[in-house]
């Protein structure tokens, strides 16, 4: 079952869960990964699902109906929009994904946020540092 951009949610308890507001995709871009649900409200906030989860809801007109309790949606991870980024300005999004072009993420990589490292020094095999290293960080 194709997933809409903003497609409405409830859970089975008959709670208004949101809206589907992200598609997310593999990092080569081949496939979805996970949805955001917006569960919006005062102290609402974006949980992560699988796709399996909205593709294996049932649907009532144009609302999503998760299998799951509004208890158990909110015991989902919380969506950290640090941990995602826009696609890169050359991915081209399949026609069929319902979403606009805002509505696409990627996984942000460990090699995009870690800190640089500071470089290496050369050390002998006793792991010590050698004089030659020793000798160039006081000249």
């Known amino acids: 079952m194709p997933i809409d951009h903003e497609a409405k949610v409830k859970t ?8 589907v507001k992200h598609a997310i995709w593999d990092a080569n871009g081949r496939k979805i990964t996970e949805y955001v649900i ?4 005062l102290l609402g906030h974006d949980v992560i699902v699988s796709p399996e ?4 809801a049932t649907r009532k007109g144009n609302e999503i109906v998760l ?6 949606l909110d015991e989902l991870a919380h969506y950290e929009s640090a941990d995602y980024a826009p696609p890169p300005a050359e991915w ?3 026609t069929v994904s319902g979403f606009p072009a805002g509505g696409h993420l990627f996984p942000v990589t460990e090699r995009e946020t870690a800190p640089l490292a500071e470089p290496s ?3 002998d095999e006793a792991g010590r540092e050698s ?4 000798r160039e960080r006081t000249n």
């Open 12 to 19: 089975k308890d008959g709670h208004e869960a949101g809206h």
């Open 53 to 56: 989860v909205l593709e294996g």
């Open 92 to 94: 081209v999004a399949p």
């Open 121 to 123: 020094r050369p050390t």
């Open 131 to 134: 004089e030659v290293a020793s």
């Open 38 to 41: 917006a569960t919006g409200g």
């Open 67 to 72: 299998n799951m309790s509004k208890h158990e």
